[in-house]
Structure formats: C-alpha cells, structure tokens
C-alpha cells in the first residue's frame, strides 16, 4: 500500500474563526500537519519553535480526513481538529535543552530518540532531576517548572508528546493563567519525594498502575487481557494528571478483534481523538466507515501500514490492528481518561467491552488477507484453530 494516506496537509484551514487555542498555534508561528497518520514520527520534518528553543511540529491528527478544507488566506481562519488534546514532536539540538517553562496543562512525553535528563520543581523549591533514554516516558506534573536536556553533544533527542493544552487555553483563554500562574499542587508534586521519578510503581488492581517515569515502556510489564484477542494491556496513571499511558501488545503472526472504536464511555474523553502509536513490530490496521459493521459480505476495511513510531488514529467507525512480523507489536496510546477521575477501571471496565467482532463472526477474507501477507514473509499464522 501507498504511504500516501500519511502525506502531511499543511496550511489546511476551514470557514470558522480561530480558537483561542488555533490563534495561540498561528502566533507561536508552530508547523502544523494535518492528517489521520504519520508514518514515521522520526522522520517526520519540523521548523522552529522559539519558545522552546528547539524543532518541532504539532500534530492535529483526525479521524475525518475528508472534513479538511481551506481557503485562500491561511493566516487569516485556520481550524484545529485536536480541541480538547493535542500532540507534537519536539527536536532537542545536541548539547541543548527544551527551554524551562511551567503550565496549567498536563503533558506527557515518550522518548523517540536520544538521551538525556529531565529536571522539575516549583519556584524556591529543590529540583528532582531524572536521566531517560529511548523509549522513557514520563510525565510533568501539573504547573511544575521543566526544563528537559539533551544529553549528547553530538546527536539530536527527539520526543513525542501529548498535552491538554488546547482545552487549558479555550477553557481560558488567557495565556498569561495558562503560562504564569503561580499556583503549586503539592498533592500532585513533591518535591522533597526522592523517589517521585525513580521509575517505582504503585499496581492499584488487574491492568491499572500508577507511576510517574517508565524507564523502559518497551519492557514494561503489561497484565494478560484477551477481551480483544490475545495479548496483554496496562492503563498507566501518570503524575496525578488527566492524561494516561495506556499499552497494549499482542503476539507475533496474530491479529486483534475487530472493534468500534467510536465507543466512548467517559464522558471525560469526550471530545478527544484516540491515536495510538506503534513500539515495534511491523503490520496493519483496517478500518471501516462510520456506520458499518465488519462482516462476511460486507464491505472490505481500508488497510493502513504501520512500523515501529508509526502513529494512527482509529478512524470513525470500527477497526481491527494486524501483526505481520516475527516480533511482538506493543503500541502506545497517551490519552485523556486517567481512571482516577472517570471511574473507568476495573470490573466495570471490563464489562463495558461490548463492541468486538468476534473472530467467528469476521468477513472470511479478513483472514485470508492476515495469512496472505505472512505467506509473504514466508511466516505461519500463530492464531489457534479454536479463534474461529
């Protein structure tokens, strides 16, 4: 398949007046992509953020593509799917730092490339200083000062974040709150915690864990969970804060239950668009259209390529996450629904899974297409007789 379903649109703007947030993103003069995916967030390309002192580009990822539009004034109106949350991908220069910065806003970070370290405190208070590598992932607490360091003097440290920062400065709209409160939240944040970032988690129950900095999310243990298929999962609560690290990962030559991915059972989430971004191996998604239910007969999904640091949403309708490698596939998911606050966890969580195909009741040529491609590779299927 074409990668063309990933080509960036950029300087895309629709009919309606900016937000308080899209004005924000046209002052910070930030690089935009527009699109439902990206291939490779390591290869994607970036342009200067000032404010930070490094290379960057947002991601207003979408899982309408055909809703992009434009006109013939992008510096006049320009509008941002990512409302509520929002991603980008920041370039530390070697030897340099992400400028220190506090905020009204959650934000995670996953590490593409690089090392370094990471140092957070509150003004007149000591600093928790962390080291992280590729693949860390850690989370700021909410209005802390951060200030985030390449370690290497020779190569750049690429990061990919997720952040609430649309939905603090529409909530707002006033960015001297958002960028210079004084306000602490020591019940979030303390600093004289020594352990805060050492990597130590605190396992609440059956795939739910707290913690503040994953040293390794490639190795991070998940819980077995086959409500989807097999494979394991872990909701990660991070910093107190409303955003989650949420894994998955499912076997080598398997593939996932189909599923709807417009079930939305918090209302916390709501608004909020889901992508999920691939650890390793390398595979597929197919997707159908808002409305269709997956089935022998019916319409065939569009199929979307995927590797490693590949990221995709999950479209309008149901969707089902293929492995064509020898290797596991984990992906990542930095999402609004912390548990904590949605009461979305537990038994009742895995109640409300209701919307799976089951493999007994999927289209025959889903199947045929999954072992097609391994015979490809010269690889078996590894899904029992019993799935279906």
Known sequence: ??????????????????????????????KVVQAPGVFDLSAIELGPWDRTGCQAVLL?????????????????????FGQST???????????????EHHMYDEIFYVLKGRGATSVWYEGGPKQTFEWQEDSVFSIPLNAWHEIYNASGDEPARLFAATTLPNAINSYASLEFVFDCPMTFTDRFDPNDETYFSGKGNKLEHRYLETNFLPNARTTDLDRWEARGPGGNMMISMAYGQLICHMSEFPPMSYKKGHNGRVVRSPTRAGAITAYMMMSGEGYDLQWEEG?????????????????????TNGAGYHQHFNISDEPIRYMVLRHGNPRFSGSVGARSEA???SNIE???????????????????????AMPPSSY
């Open 1 to 30: 398949m074409s990668n063309d379903y990933y080509a960036p649109w950029t300087d895309q703007y629709a009919r309606w007046t900016h937000t308080p947030f899209a004005k924000w993103v046209i002052d910070e003069g930030l």
């Open 60 to 80: 207003d990822l979408t899982s309408d593509p055909e809703f992009l539009d434009s006109t013939s004034d992008p510096a006049e109106k320009m509008y941002l």
């Open 86 to 100: 929002t991603r980008f991908v920041t370039e530390i220069p070697p030897g340099g730092t992400y400028k220190a």
């Open 292 to 312: 269709v239910t997956p089935g022998p007969g019916g319409p065939a999904g569009k199929r979307i390529d995927y590797k490693r640091h590949s990221i995709l």
């Open 352 to 354: 409300a899974e209701t």
């Open 359 to 381: 493999y007994k009741n999927e289209d025959p040529a889903v199947r045929e297409l999954f072992e097609g491609e391994l015979r490809k590779r010269g690889l078996e299927s």
